[in-house]
């Protein structure tokens, strides 16, 4: 397994967005992202192995793009669960923008996984069998989707491929790199690729033939599986250019891109409801010195109650 080089260069405002775009000679639409400060904020709240923390990359990079190609209001969650090293790892993404991620893994597994000879395919290596779950949840009185599928392919963006064709929806087309600058800094980058559905090519029904359609599809991945994890990744090349050297022949059209920003939803207040929810003997338990301790799996961030405290979230003394 192996990771994208990511260019030293200085950071630039070409990180941290979705571009929305159109390819009007097949079309198609596509959303490119490249996180750079973003996906190194989340993962530098853990001190996760170099595997988990590429598989993570990745994750969140797809969870961005994914996201940005619905239209919610609310939250959307990528997750896998399988039963190799990399247990479960969990990436969401507002509507707003706001994005986090973790992973739990298993320590000693993971190094068996990577010590043993043979396929080091990073899906079946790191993640074994299970599943991958979308889910958009809008909030109360809203019904929340979810699909979900097998673990299928080498990489990550092979298990996303093989969703969208388990669940026949819209054909889509998408490559995903993560990796590590030699100054220590994460990046990632995701291109995606569907086809667009009448009602969105500014109401004109295409005419063209079946065989048309396929050829243009063709053409487009072909197209896409050129793009490099450089050009994905460099903030020294603006996400335009790396659109326009990939598909000027295809007449590309960009919108306007839309911020993303690293940003947990955790707080003190949800805490307390939580501990509310839990009979009090069961926290009791919990004590350490005289304090419960309840850190946000996706920031790390650390909440201690004392017993004034625990006995103000149950209204009695504690």
Known sequence: MTTAAVSTATLTPEFDKVQPFQL??????????RLGPVLDEILGR???PGPVAQ??????????????ALKYEGVFTLQTKGDGPIRLMVADVTSAGAVRGYAQFDEDALKTALEAPGDKAPVPTLLGKGYLA?????GEHTQRYQGIVGLEGERMDDCVRHYFTQSEQLATGIVVHAGLSDAGKWAGGTIMLQALPDEDAGGVVSDAKPSDLEDDWRRAMALLSTVTPGEMLDPALPVNDVLFRLFHEEEVRVYDAHDLAAQCRCSRERVETVLKSLPRDEVAE????GVVEVACEFCSMAYRFDDAQLAAVYGAEF
């Open 24 to 33: 009007d000679r097949s079309n198609l639409r596509g959303r490119m992202v």
């Open 46 to 48: 853990h001190a996760y």
């Open 55 to 68: 598989m993570l990359a990745e994750t969140i990079t797809l969870a961005t793009t994914l996201a940005a």
């Open 134 to 138: 979308f889910t958009v949840d809008q």
């Open 286 to 289: 919990l004590k350490v010195d």
